[in-house]
Nanobody, 119 residues
Framework: QVQLVESGGGLVQAGGSLRLSCAAS????????MGWYRQAPGKQRELVAE???????NYAASVKGRFTISRDIAKNTVYLQLNSLKPEDTARYYC?????????????WGQGTQVTVSS
């Protein structure tokens, strides 16, 4: 099973930016969909953004226009660029895999990376 390691989180002021990275233990080109999820305290984990093998992307309405998902196939890494951050973006961010866009996550959850946005 693919192993995923997230990094790049931190503390940032509202309006700031961060870039998260998700390094996979195997070729991401062989994986149908790579996605970023987040979980805030007391809330359910939610899908933030995802990218399919063919390059199609899907974003949660709350982040559309502010976040961008991308990938570097040679590095087996998926990125999430977070711009115009808001306090409500504060959460632990995780990556995972899926067979298809909006499909259920398949892999074991990693440690995630914490994003904290101060007002």
């Amino acid at each position: 099973q693919v192993q995923l390691v997230e990094s790049g989180g931190g503390l940032v002021q509202a309006g700031g930016s961060l870039r998260l990275s998700c390094a996979a233990s195997e070729s991401i080109f062989s994986i149908g969909v790579m996605g970023w999820y987040r979980q805030a305290p007391g809330k359910q984990r939610e899908l933030v953004a995802e990218i399919a093998r063919g390059g199609n992307t899907n974003y949660a309405a709350s982040v559309k226009g502010r976040f961008t998902i991308s990938r570097d196939i040679a590095k087996n890494t998926v990125y999430l660029q977070l711009n115009s951050l808001k306090p409500e973006d504060t959460a632990r961010y995780y990556c995972n895999t899926a067979f298809y866009l909006s499909g259920p996550p398949l892999s074991t959850w990693g440690q995630g990376t914490q994003v904290t946005v101060s007002s």
